[in-house]
């Protein structure tokens, strides 16, 4: 079963506004972390957010925002005010906490953002 | 903080042809170091990960092989490339207390 489900393969937004890219997961492990990333047409992975399992509040980085509903098991990412430069993939990942996991990331499978001037 | 370098940033290679990719780290020591691959229009597929020199752990069962012969420094290899060898290749390192895990510039391999 997959443990990282973005249900949007793509996804459309107009310049400055806002928009969710969703993700759910499934563990259960009672520790874990779920990050986000951004990945351009360039390739490389830029790390945009995290939250930890333990985290009461939503996590904000700037313009990024994750909304984490625990009960649901959702951490979607919220981007405020969207800018041409935010058209890339986005891939949610998680980390399971259990002994031994070294810390290894599981990806979504990603959704495409457009932004449209 | 922590820079990965990864060479060469594109290589174009003959099925059946020897390969090998390097990842070097600097800023830190003794790190976790991470083999991804991403095919075409995928998500990140974990290949190996090391916690230290000559220790490597294979995630997924393929022609590809890893090797770590200094404390910062990580290959992946393969004897004989197969097409669905292609992808981009992903080195990545874990810092700081939430173990975010951050990625090289990737290499981007084609076999033809």
């Known amino acids: 079963a997959q443990k990282i489900t973005q249900t949007q393969p793509g996804m459309f937004v107009q310049e400055k506004e806002a928009v969710t890219l969703d993700c759910t997961y499934d563990?259960?492990?009672?520790?874990?972390?779920l990050f986000w990333y951004k990945q351009p047409s360039s390739g490389e992975m830029i790390f945009l957010i995290y939250?930890?399992?333990?985290?009461?509040q939503n996590a904000t980085e700037g313009r990024y925002s994750l909304n984490f509903q625990k009960a649901r098991k959702s951490a979607n990412l919220v981007i405020s005010a969207s800018q041409l430069g935010d058209s890339a993939m986005y891939f949610c990942?998680?980390?399971?906490?259990?002994?031994?996991?070294?810390?290894?990331?599981?990806f979504g499978k990603g959704t495409k953002l457009s932004v449209k001037p | 903080s922590q820079t990965i370098h990864q060479w060469p940033a594109t290589l174009v290679q003959p099925v059946g042809s020897p390969l090998s990719l390097e990842c070097t780290v600097e800023?830190?020591?003794?790190?976790?170091l991470y083999w991804y691959r991403q095919a075409a229009g995928r998500g990140l597929q974990l290949l190996f990960y090391?916690?230290?020199?000559?220790?490597i752990s294979s995630e997924v069962p393929q022609n590809l092989s890893a090797s770590r012969p200094q404390d910062r420094q990580f290959i992946l290899s393969s004897k004989k490339l197969l097409l669905s060898d292609s992808g981009f290749y992903l080195c990545?390192?874990?810092?700081?207390?939430?173990?975010?895990?951050?990625f090289g510039p990737g290499t981007r391999l084609t076999v033809l």
């Open positions: 990545a390192t874990r810092q700081g207390f939430t173990d975010t895990q951050y």
């Open positions: 563990t259960s492990d009672q520790s874990y972390g």
């Open positions: 939250q930890g399992s333990y985290d009461e």
């Open positions: 990942a998680m980390r399971e906490d259990y002994g031994g996991s070294q810390g290894n990331l599981i």
């Open positions: 800023g830190t020591s003794n790190p976790n």
């Open positions: 090391s916690v230290g020199i000559g220790q």
